[in-house]
């Protein structure tokens, strides 16, 4: 039996990007922003229609994908092409990925710097998890028990400050580059949070490639 086979439906291989027609908005930032979801290979599947799948919450939502008029003088990060290609290896298991726009000059703001020091970081992460996530598991067959949370530079800040911040709701958390300078000079920096507040039981991955400047 070929199980990529159910009522005429034939899974391609290939994940597929959906963006809804209404943007996710926060009244407490003042802002809305869209955000574009990848649904793995079968998730429309007959088959599958009662799986539900773990989901990765990723910032920096005009970066991610396979846009060739993206950014940084080349395409995104093309999380969907690295996945279609990790899935049909068996490498991964199939998942969804939920990317959501940053608001552009207040990026800052609200992925970095505490409201003590001027920013809105603590708003945008009860936005995230009281405004971003739920809107997308009503759209989408996702598994809370299996939320991720991941970003680059700032991003990678704020995903590991919503680890800290949201211990319960997040498997695990990565930061790609992580910028954690922000606060170091008012005492409300990432590390004294993590001083303060000590082990949290959620998977960190992080990393940092090239050489470091002076």
Known sequence: KDDNLAAGFRISGLGHLVQPDAPVCSEALGNCRPF?????????????????????YMHDGQ?????????FGHTGWEVNVLLDQEIAAGTVEAAV???????????????????????????????????VQPTAEALW?????????AGSSFGGHVSLRLA???????????????????????????????????????????????????
Do not use: K
Not at 141 to 149: E, T
């Open 36 to 56: 574009t979801t990848y649904l793995p290979p079968g998730y429309g599947a007959p088959v599958n229609a009662d799986r539900t799948y773990p989901v990765i």
């Open 63 to 71: 970066n991610l994908y396979d846009d060739t008029d993206c950014c």
């Open 97 to 131: 990925v939920v990317g959501f726009d940053h608001a552009g000059d207040r990026r800052g703001d609200e992925y970095a710097y505490a409201e003590a020091d001027g920013g809105e970081l603590e708003t945008f992460m009860e936005f995230q998890v009281t405004g």
């Open 141 to 149: 067959r996702l598994d809370p028990a299996r939320r991720f949370v």
């Open 164 to 214: 800290y911040a949201y211990p319960s709701v997040y498997r695990a958390a990565v930061s790609l580059s992580g910028a954690f300078w922000p606060g170091m000079d008012t005492g409300h920096a990432l590390r004294d949070v993590i001083e303060a507040q000590g082990q949290v039981p959620v998977a960190i991955y992080q990393d940092h490639g090239g050489t470091t400047g002076d």
